[in-house]
């Protein structure tokens, strides 16, 4: 199983930004759950957004309202659009793939917001 992120970028106050986390794997195994997290040198890593395979969705009470988490399941591909940024969104995203009980961590996508 691989795992890749994409579209991190440096993007104004205020700005949007779509990240893209694109899933490999040669098994027959399901996916079970995919999800976001974030990571700064002064946090650890944190829950941003998940999505179960039934399409039950979660959010952290921080991005409520502002990020979107979804899935092309012909693609395997996970997005997570933000908008509104904020500095304070500026953070290493990881993605997460839970698969056959194990879990899956890509080399996550810098993303930067300019104040």
């Known amino acids: 199983v691989q795992v890749a992120e994409s579209g991190g970028a440096l993007v104004q106050f205020g700005g949007s930004l779509r990240l893209s986390c694109t899933i490999w794997?040669?098994?027959?195994?399901?996916?079970?759950?995919r999800a976001w997290y974030r990571q700064t040198p002064e946090k650890e890593r944190e829950l941003v957004a998940g999505i179960r395979s039934g399409g039950t969705v979660h959010y952290a009470d921080f991005v409520k309202g502002r990020f979107t988490i979804s899935t092309d399941n012909a693609k395997n591909t996970l997005y997570l659009q933000m908008k509104s940024l904020s500095p304070e969104d500026t953070a290493i995203y990881f993605c997460d793939v839970l698969l056959a009980g194990a879990h899956y961590w890509g080399q996550g996508t810098q993303v930067t917001v300019s104040s």
């Open positions: 794997k040669s098994d027959s195994f399901s996916i079970k759950a």
